[in-house]
């Protein structure tokens, strides 16, 4: 089993930054994507960014240039680097492993950035 907690979000002004973080612990043998959605009121869950066990990594259109994904094996985290937040950026964050057999989430870090 794969437990995923998040951390990092909060409230910021448009124009700020927040860092996220996903420690992923368990039976971690196998995970071969690592990506972070949201979700914001309304709306359908998301993908934001995802990166991949060789380190390629994928970004929404509407992050592109803003947010940066990375990883440290060494302690099993998943960050999420978002710059120039703005209002429309507001959702429930959340990070998710899979591998080829399963795939698990955490269980999501509200991030809310004012105008």
């Known amino acids: 089993q794969v437990q995923l907690v998040e951390s990092g979000g909060g409230l910021v002004q448009a124009g700020g930054s927040l860092r996220l973080s996903c420690v992923v612990s368990g039976s971690i043998f196998g995970i071969n994507v690592r990506g972070w959605y949201r979700q914001a009121p309304g709306k359908q869950r998301e993908l934001v960014a995802s990166?991949?066990?060789?380190?390629?990594?994928n970004y929404a259109d509407s992050v592109k240039g803003r947010f940066t994904i990375s990883r440290d094996n060494a302690k099993n985290t998943v960050y999420l680097q978002m710059n120039s937040l703005n209002p429309e950026d507001t959702a429930v964050y959340s990070c998710?492993?899979?591998?080829?057999?399963?795939?698990?989430w955490g269980q999501g870090t509200q991030v809310t950035v004012s105008s």
């Open positions: 990166i991949t066990s060789g380190g390629s990594a």
């Open positions: 998710n492993a899979r591998s080829k057999l399963w795939s698990s």
